[in-house]
C-alpha cells in the first residue's frame, strides 16, 4: 500500500486547504482511513477518520472546520480545512488500516510521508 499527500501550503488565518491523499496497492473490500497531524515538539494527533461506510469521526478541535471524506472508486482520501488556525500548524498525514470499520481503535500500519500545513496569523 502506498499513499501519497498533496494539498498542503502557507496561508493565513481564516483560510481554506483541502488536502489529497492518492491510495495504490488496496485489496481490501472495506478499511479505514484517517488524517493525522503533528506539530513540532508535540504528539501526533488523530484529526479525522472515514470508513469504506461513510462513518466519520473528528477530534473536537477541527469540528465543524474539517471535513473528511472518501471517494472509494478513486481511492483518494481528502480533508478540506475551512477557517484555519495558526494551532492547525503541523504536518499531516494520511493513514489507512484494511479489514477495519471501527476507526478509532486500531494501528494505522500504512502512513504517508506527510504534506505541511502553515497557518500564519
Known amino acids: 500500500v502506498q499513499l501519497v499527500e498533496s494539498g498542503g501550503g502557507s496561508v493565513q488565518a481564516g483560510g481554506s486547504l483541502k488536502l489529497s491523499c492518492a491510495a495504490s496497492?488496496?485489496?481490501?473490500?472495506?478499511?479505514?482511513m484517517g488524517w493525522f497531524r503533528q506539530a513540532p515538539g508535540k504528539e501526533r494527533e488523530r484529526v479525522a477518520l472515514i470508513n469504506t461506510d461513510g462513518a466519520t469521526t473528528y477530534t473536537d478541535s477541527v469540528k465543524g472546520r474539517f471535513t473528511i471524506a472518501l471517494d472509494n472508486a478513486k481511492n483518494t482520501l481528502y480533508l478540506q480545512m475551512n477557517s484555519l488556525k495558526p494551532e492547525d500548524t503541523a504536518m499531516y498525514y494520511c493513514?489507512?488500516?484494511?479489514?477495519?470499520?471501527?476507526?478509532?481503535?486500531?494501528?494505522?500500519?500504512?502512513w504517508g510521508q506527510g504534506t505541511q500545513v502553515t497557518v500564519s496569523s
Open positions: 493513514a489507512s488500516m484494511p479489514w477495519v470499520k471501527q476507526c478509532g481503535h486500531v494501528e494505522y500500519n500504512y
Open positions: 496497492g488496496f485489496i481490501a473490500d472495506y478499511y479505514c
